[in-house]
């Protein structure tokens, strides 16, 4: 529960409040056996704060998957070190007050608004200081979560899938050891542990490690629309892969696409054979493949990283694609 290190939120509520010369009433609740970090009564309120090291798009479903359990009609509020503007226009889209160390805040009670934005939070020290989650360690994790019997491979077949170094192998083992996501059961043996978790985590190192070095650029069709390269079957055919919206699309019928994700080997045979134009706003991102284990014939990705890419969109709709793809594709799995 609290992962906030010497950080006392309810002192920093009640000097935010006296800040803004409001006229409340202000007390501390014990928190009894209850699940929140901390009670407060506002006026004639009580509200239960539940305190995260960091939010973001990406872990905010499950957050408040856990919170709604947790409280009646009382209201939250989410409090975070970190809280991305992406994830605070979530929690204000769904009216969830929240705090974050640098004193934003959003705040809507009964007879109450404040809404703070503007001041600058730090960012996390240390936050991907495991080789697990640098570039080439992400690359590994989306092998492992793809087939969790990997890790008990060959090295050397795990680095080959993964196109990384075989001396990156090891570095990824001990990270996932020390973050508690890889269990050693005997000298050959091992086995990932907290799978979801770690699918969480991953997101966030696809979202700001991994797509944006395998990103080739934007484009769009000369002559058609995404619709109609999307329609086509021949697709399957050429190695080349769906992502995000459009995967998803396929992988479910649930989804519409307005954005589109390729994944090639190399940009020069699908531009030339899809006849696509460089453009700084086209709807259409390349990326360059960041495996090279075999694939089936699918047009589509992995339901992992079509679940990964569409999480670090942070809309709604995604969002909510993601949590179907994640509850029929990925979890029987894992």
Do not use: C
Request: glycine content about 6%; charged content about 25%.
């Amino acid at each position: 529960m609290k992962s906030i290190a010497k950080y006392n939120p309810v002192q920093h509520l009640k000097e935010i409040l006296e800040q803004q010369a409001l006229d409340v009433s202000f007390k501390e609740l014990p928190t009894g056996a209850g699940k929140f970090d901390a009670v407060i009564k506002l006026n004639d309120q009580v509200i239960y704060l539940e305190t995260k090291r960091e939010i973001t798009p990406v872990n905010l479903s499950k957050i408040l998957e856990e919170t709604k359990n947790w409280s009646n009609e009382n209201p939250i509020l989410l409090v975070g070190e970190y809280i991305t503007p992406k994830a605070k226009e979530l929690l204000r889209e769904k009216e969830v007050n929240y705090l974050d160390s640098a004193g934003n805040m959003y705040l809507k009670l009964n007879r109450l608004l404040i809404h703070i934005e503007g001041k600058s939070a730090p960012t996390i020290p240390g936050k991907y200081k495991s080789r697990a989650f640098s570039k080439a360690g992400g690359a590994v994790v989306f092998q492992f979560l793809r087939d969790p019997q990997l890790v008990n491979e060959p090295q050397r077949l795990i680095a080959e899938y993964a196109g990384v170094s075989l001396g990156t192998i090891p570095k990824v083992f001990e990270g996932l050891q020390k973050e508690k996501f890889l269990i050693r059961l005997d000298k050959n043996k091992w086995e990932l542990s907290n799978k979801e978790g770690l699918l969480l985590k991953w997101t966030e190192v696809l979202r700001e490690k991994i797509l944006p070095s395998k990103f080739l650029g934007n484009y769009k069709p000369a002559g058609r629309n995404m619709q109609q390269i999307l329609a086509e079957k021949e697709i399957r055919a050429t190695g080349i892969k769906w992502g995000g919206e459009p995967a998803a699309a396929m992988l479910t019928n649930y989804l519409i696409a307005e954005k589109f994700s390729l994944f090639v080997s190399t940009k020069v045979d699908v531009i030339k054979k899809y006849k696509l134009v460089p453009s700084p706003n086209g709807e259409l991102e390349l990326y360059e493949k960041f495996w090279n284990h075999p694939e089936d014939d699918q047009p589509y990705v992995h339901p992992i990283l079509i679940y990964a890419q569409l999480m670090a969109t942070g809309e709604s709709r995604n969002i909510e694609t993601a949590e179907i793809i994640l509850n029929e594709h990925i979890r029987p799995n894992l």
